[in-house]
């Protein structure tokens, strides 16, 4: 029986928490996980499962399940008979795939992990054939006893890991990191279920990777009927009679899945094996991870380098690497493996982190926002001292601005590409979290990209020169937030200080400034005119919507302003024959006051 005592399960202490990864390591994982017991409750219930199993299940029942509701944990463990799974493997297409293309309509359960640019990933059909006939049907049930309160481990043997794997992946959709432990899948014996793209998909983020664990003893022949356009993902725990070790490299696991195989897949008995996991799982509480082999260890050179030393002892652990001095076979398999292990330290290193640079983010956005307040002060606002100054940068004020605003742009622009590529639920929660820091970027940055862009000479900065970060970082806002058609009380009397809402306001009043220049200039035709005169009845009720509910600073209204430039050309144009809701407040120079303190009134519509 699974000990029911909660000594032994120290989950609520170690289980992730808070959205941060508990395990740097697959090490740190594998060692968790037999310190702490949990291994060895895995096993049980995978053992107990096994009891309650006939060896000749139909294939539509072929795999069993059951739920372990423990005091400080849940287990819900998957079982197959190992020589029925290597029989359905073989029987059910092998190795085909099943791609997420054709799956999008047929299965959607795994659309999520598609990110928007396409990338396409295949799951093995016979490992999805079980999953969407045996386990698909009672997902509800087994989603309600799931106690968030409580750790979840999920487990499963052969083709029943396969699917304990599969489970696991549909639950990440739903899962909250930031609220609730994780999930934490471990598979004996299981064969791999997809391809690179899978493997890529998961991999790619620590908090899904560290999900799984794969125990493989070196007899198993059913973790090695799918290696050829396979990729493995997770930790995989590599057994043998001297020991274990863990590895986290796809290829190199690859590679050592058939170099440590000791068996043959002709005479090995899967099921004779599946009780080997019963031995292992028993003494390895009575074994130091990657370090059972204590004589070969001591009898590596001292000069040897730590890393090269770790890996020398890792692989000895699986029954490689036996002699001393080392054979040219054995150089070559820890020469890959030690390049790879350097390869995937520097890959961790450079892996995107939003939460790098924030300091100096935080520091950028206080500069700009003196840079902002000196610009009000000289009566001429951010916007217009900015363009102005960008013909020549010559003081170290012009120098920094640069620089910040820069490193500004390269921290959003990644962090758009980042959440575009990510997976439909962990880029919907990475624009959630960041959307207000990002918000503020584009409505303080996005103007001084445009006053670059007039500045050349450019005209139509919307449709021919916006980048791609503030077109998404828009369209994020306005599918979270709720439009509303009065302005409340705190946008009033925060307008003075607050970012003009539409980032793109400044181009719109360069459009308008080109549109006075062509209505004024003799040599614009009829209809050219026509033009001009629509499209400045389409900025003058424009900006009267933003004026009305409080959306635009009222830094539009300092003398040297470009907008006041506007309404300076364009009130010599219309004179008095035009009037209009907001020309009539533009006239009134107390309204300019009125509107920065709050207490301007507007009429309910534009006329």
């Not at 742009?409 to 979290?433: C, F, I, N």
């Amino acid at each position: 029986m699974i000990k029911q005592e909660s000594e032994h399960i120290g989950l609520n202490e170690f289980i992730v928490q808070g959205g941060k990864s508990c395990f740097s390591s697959g090490l740190e994982l594998a060692k968790f996980v037999v310190n702490l017991d949990i291994l060895q409750h895995a096993w049980t219930a995978i053992t107990e499962l096994c009891k309650e199993t006939s060896q000749n299940e139909e294939p539509s029942s072929l795999v069993k399940f059951k739920v372990f509701e423990l005091p400080n944990c849940t287990i819900i463990a998957f079982f197959t008979w190992p020589a029925n799974s290597k029989a359905y493997v073989q029987g059910n297409g092998g190795g085909d795939f099943v791609s997420s293309s054709t799956l999008k309509e047929s299965f959607p359960v795994f659309n999520f992990l598609c990110p928007k640019d396409n990338q396409e990933f295949s799951i093995n059909k016979p490992a999805l054939q079980l999953f969407s006939s045996n386990i698909f049907g009672v997902l509800p049930f087994l989603k309600s006893k799931i106690d968030n309160s409580k750790p979840l481990i999920i487990t499963g043997n052969s083709l029943g890991g396969s699917v304990a794997t599969l489970f696991t992946i549909s639950l990440l959709e739903k899962f909250k990191f930031s609220t609730t432990k994780r999930p934490l899948c471990i598979t004996f014996g299981s064969p791999l279920i997809g391809n690179e793209g899978l493997q890529e998909t998961i991999s790619k983020y620590a908090a899904w990777n560290s999900c799984f664990l794969h125990v493989v003893s070196d007899q198993d022949p059913v973790p090695r009927v799918l290696i050829n356009g396979y990729k493995p993902f997770g930790t995989f725990l590599l057994c043998s009679e001297l020991g274990c070790s863990c590895f986290e490299d796809p290829q190199t696991i690859l590679e050592l899945l058939v170099a440590a195989y000791i068996g043959s897949p002709e005479s090995q008995d899967p099921n004779k094996v599946f009780e080997s996991y019963g031995t292992f799982v028993e003494h390895l509480n009575r074994k130091v991870l990657c370090k059972d082999t204590i004589d070969h260890e001591s009898s590596i050179d001292w000069t040897t380098p730590p890393l090269r030393a770790g890996i020398i002892t890792k692989l000895a652990a699986i029954g490689l690497v036996r002699s001393q001095p080392l054979q040219n076979v054995d150089i070559i398999i820890i020469e890959k493996t030690e390049k790879r292990e350097k390869d995937m330290a520097i890959l961790n290193k450079q892996a995107f982190d939003p939460t790098r640079g924030l300091n100096e983010i935080k520091v950028y956005m206080a500069y700009l926002e003196q840079y902002k307040k000196l610009s009000k002060d000289k009566g001429i606002g951010y916007y217009d001292r900015y363009k102005l100054e960008n013909r020549i940068r010559t003081t170290k004020t012009d120098m920094d601005l640069l620089k910040f605003k820069k490193f500004l742009t390269y921290y959003w622009e990644d962090m758009v590409d980042q959440a575009e590529k990510r997976p439909q639920t962990v880029g919907h929660s990475l624009r959630t979290r960041w959307l207000f820091g990002g918000t503020n970027y584009r409505r303080m940055i996005e103007p001084l990209d445009i006053a670059e862009y007039y500045n050349k000479g450019l005209k139509d900065y919307i449709n021919k020169g916006r980048s791609k970060q503030y077109i998404q970082l828009e369209q994020w806002l306005k599918e979270t937030e709720k439009p509303s058609s009065v302005p409340n009380e705190l946008k009033k009397q925060n307008v003075a200080s607050s970012l003009t809402e539409d980032s793109c306001f400044w181009a719109h009043v360069e459009e308008a400034l080109i549109s006075c220049k062509l209505l004024s200039s003799g040599e614009s035709s009829d209809k050219e005119k026509d033009s001009a005169k629509k499209k400045l009845i389409e900025f003058e009720k424009y900006v009267f919507d933003l004026m009305k509910n409080y959306a635009v600073s009222s830094e539009i209204f300092l003398p040297g302003s470009s907008f006041m430039k506007w309404w300076g050309e364009y009130k010599e144009i219309t004179r008095a024959s035009y009037s209009s809701s907001l020309t009539i407040l533009l006239k009134n120079d107390n309204n300019y006051k009125a509107y920065a303190n709050g207490s301007l009134e507007f009429p309910l519509n534009f006329v």
